[in-house]
């Protein structure tokens, strides 16, 4: 059983495991991009992983468990990892080392030593992430949900808790901004152009 939660049955554990496991990865390479920063990114997960544990019971059963998970993780990003300075309590240390020995493979951990060749290995190429990096967090976080994780609108909506127009707004614009910076990458300068970042993968893999 977990060690920093004795309320929650063995069956609860396993049933979290389950859900949580095959989402490691994608919350970690998110949170890369929000934070762009290894330590921070670990932290975030981490907590994240924490928090989705200690309110398992709000979960409602029969729902999207990543789209809850991604909730999760954007909402402890605004409250927490956007301030420049933050303290953490003791209590809080010893649940995020708790849950880092439960869930934390060592696969997951030699990936965060090395997040940039984790995501190059998902085809997104390193002028996209810096492109990405670059934009304004509100912009960023919808593209990173959009076109990295492949939410919807509405999954969007409900993560960031704003309307889906406010969602698709975002969108645009961040992809706009996104399009420039890898057209100037380029040395290109049409800027009524849509960027596609599938065509943009294609393209980098078969330059």
């Known amino acids: ?5 004795h309320t929650k049955t063995t069956a609860q554990r396993i049933e979290f495991e389950a859900l949580v496991t095959p989402w490691l990865d994608a919350l970690y390479a998110s949170a890369v991009r929000l934070t762009r920063n290894e330590r921070n990114a670990e932290d975030l997960v981490q907590d994240t992983v924490m928090r989705a544990w ?22 402890t990003f605004i409250n927490t990892y956007r301030r420049s300075t933050r303290e953490k ?26 997040p940039e ?10 002028d996209i992430l810096k492109a990405i990096d670059a934009l ?9 949900l959009a ?3 492949e939410f919807s609108y509405k999954e969007i909506a409900e993560i960031l808790d704003v309307p889906v127009g406010t969602v698709m707004s975002r969108l645009f ?14 040395g290109e300068s049409t800027p009524d152009r849509t960027i596609d970042l599938n065509a943009w993968r294609e393209r980098k893999k078969l330059g």
Do not use: C
């Open 1 to 5: 059983m977990l060690g920093f939660n």
């Open 54 to 75: 200690r309110f398992f019971e709000k979960f409602e059963r029969g729902t999207n468990f990543r789209a809850w998970l991604f909730k999760i993780l954007t909402n």
């Open 89 to 114: 309590s003791l209590q809080d240390e010893s649940e995020r080392m708790s849950v880092e020995s439960h869930f934390f493979s060592a696969d997951v951990t030699d990936r965060a030593q090395n």
């Open 117 to 126: 060749e984790y995501l190059l290995e998902r085809v997104l190429s390193d």
């Open 136 to 144: 304004p967090i509100d912009f960023r976080m919808v593209v990173i």
């Open 147 to 149: 076109d990295i994780q």
């Open 173 to 186: 614009r961040g992809r706009r901004q996104l399009q420039k910076q890898l057209l100037a990458r380029e």
